[in-house]
């Protein structure tokens, strides 16, 4: 099944205590991207990546690093995280076959962060 | 970046269509308009896009306004399945999706 998982789900840390959310998506997809979704705020851009690595910010990406070593896998870090960090979190994934601006964008569960 | 403005929240009667607005008056001639939609608990999920002409799919139909500076997404038959945020986005082309906050659906029985 064609899909974009995320590990872990659910997530509930310490503040400065590293972390790493995984991404991965079966569709052989060139483009990855990191979203965080906050009540009132919608969803926000993080980071988002056009090819391994190539990697680029997107509208919050303080706080945040990435990496795309392979083309299935594209990790959000949270190195030293904080409570404004909370949020819920998606990986989204699309072929690049038709350009960017016009493509589907598949969408992972969403991991839900709790730093206190 | 050319945003977009949708209300907070609609209601519909279930079997009845949907009209939801949004509005885009800073939209350039290159941004394409797209629609997604978030069900409860889950990750948005394509609806629909579109740049210039109509656009209709199994899951509903997108109408563009002559000018681009609004456009509806149009669900013929509103279920109870169907309630949830929809957000409608632009993009730009430079790899960016910029999301608004959406306009949650309402679908009574």
């Known amino acids: 099944e064609a899909q974009v998982t995320q590990n872990p789900r659910y997530l509930i840390t310490v503040t400065g205590k590293k972390l790493t959310v995984t991404c991965s998506q079966n569709?052989?997809?060139?483009?990855m991207s990191w979203y965080r979704q906050d009540p009132g705020l919608g969803l926000r851009q993080i980071y988002y990546?056009?090819?391994?690595?190539?990697?680029d910010k997107g509208d919050v990406p303080e706080g945040y690093k990435v990496s795309r070593k392979e083309k299935r896998n594209f990790p959000l870090i949270l190195e030293s995280p904080s409570p404004n960090q909370t949020s819920l979190y998606f990986c989204?994934?699309?072929?690049?076959?038709?350009?960017?601006?016009?493509?589907?964008?598949?969408f992972g569960p969403g991991t839900r962060l709790t730093v206190l | 970046d050319a945003k977009t403005t949708q209300p907070n929240s609609m209601e519909s009667n279930e079997e009845e269509p949907v009209h939801l607005p949004c509005n885009h008056s800073?939209?350039?001639?290159?941004?394409?308009i797209h629609w997604y939609r978030q069900l409860p608990s889950q990750g948005p999920e394509y609806v629909i896009h579109?740049?210039?002409s109509n656009v209709n799919n199994r899951m509903a139909s997108l109408a563009i306004a002559e000018d681009r500076k609004s456009s509806t997404l149009i669900l013929h038959r509103a279920t109870l399945r169907d309630a949830a945020v929809y957000y409608c986005?632009?993009?730009?082309?430079?790899?960016?999706?910029?999301f608004g906050t959406g306009t949650r659906l309402k679908v009574l029985a």
């Open positions: 989204a994934s699309s072929s690049g076959l038709a350009g960017w601006d016009r493509d589907t964008q598949y």
């Open positions: 569709m052989n997809h060139e483009y």
């Open positions: 990546s056009m090819n391994v690595e190539v990697t």
């Open positions: 800073t939209i350039s001639g290159t941004d394409y």
């Open positions: 579109g740049l210039t």
């Open positions: 986005i632009l993009s730009p082309g430079t790899y960016k999706y910029i």
